[in-house]
């Protein structure tokens, strides 16, 4: 089982994720390419929250098909097109998400993705003893 430390020497988390996650030397790893908010048909969804939804929901389906769950979660890579969206991503994840999901997590704003309709990227790693 994976087990999240944040130390005491370090800041306590700004946001719903761990400092560190601590996997077992026999887990299998599975990694996450980027996913954006498009769904199974194809159509990427408008707006920041359902993009970012829609992201996690491809993020969850990609670790169901290969027997994980969000627990496994390691590492989350956050890709958003405008800081001003930050707001409406983290209500996006905790409705996805849960609060209890604090994976290691890193939030960058960027330049623009694959298409400049889209908002959100997001990239996982996921471990699973």
């Known amino acids: 089982m994976n087990k999240t430390l944040n130390p005491k020497s370090v800041h306590a988390p700004v946001g719903a994720y761990s400092h560190t996650v601590n996997v077992p030397p026999s887990a299998r790893w599975v990694a996450v390419a980027g996913q954006v908010g498009i769904n199974p048909r194809g159509v990427l969804a408008k707006g920041i929250r359902r993009q970012a939804e829609q ?75």
């Open 55 to 129: 992201a996690f929901r491809n993020v969850l389906a990609c670790l169901r098909e290969n027997g994980m769950r969000k627990q496994d979660l390691v590492k989350l890579t956050v890709f958003l097109t405008d800081a001003r969206l930050i707001a409406d991503y983290r209500a996006a994840r905790a409705r996805v998400l849960g609060d209890a999901t604090r994976p290691a997590s890193t939030l960058l704003i960027v330049a623009g993705l694959a298409s400049p309709d889209m908002l959100i990227e997001i990239e996982a790693w996921a471990a699973k003893g």
